[in-house]
């Protein structure tokens, strides 16, 4: 379970120049570079990854398990020209399947900003994997 950022090297915002803005950087550094920040909430100056990060639970056994993977969402996403998307893959060596938002159940608002967005991902394999792509179009 992870995520996975895709953006260019623009800043987010970086008032003094000195290139903290860029969205690959981890200011702090809690594991969440700046546009995981941005797009998951966070605050890119203090060590908060642990209040943003994705959350998952499996449930079933065998063929038919089952992962409940949630995650933050601002709610004015498509505003902002900010997307959100879920991979998929049974083996780290082999490519990601991108599925979007196809195992998207529901979502909750959380406050006026950010929404909670759940997903039902089905593994019939022993080992499944899943990250969150974030993409922003600057």
Known sequence: IGVRLVGSEMCIRDSDSNGTGAVTVDVEPDGLDNLAEYALGGNPTINDAVTVMPVFDVSGTGSSKV???????????????????????????????????????GTAIIDPDFESVANEVPFEADEGFITLEIEKNF
């Not at 991979?87 to 159940?105: M, P, Q, R």
């Open 67 to 105: 992962v409940e993977y949630t995650y933050r969402r601002r709610r004015d996403a498509a505003t902002r020209g900010i997307t959100y998307g879920l991979n998929v893959s049974t083996d780290l060596l082999v490519d990601w399947i991108s599925v979007g938002d196809a195992y998207e159940t």
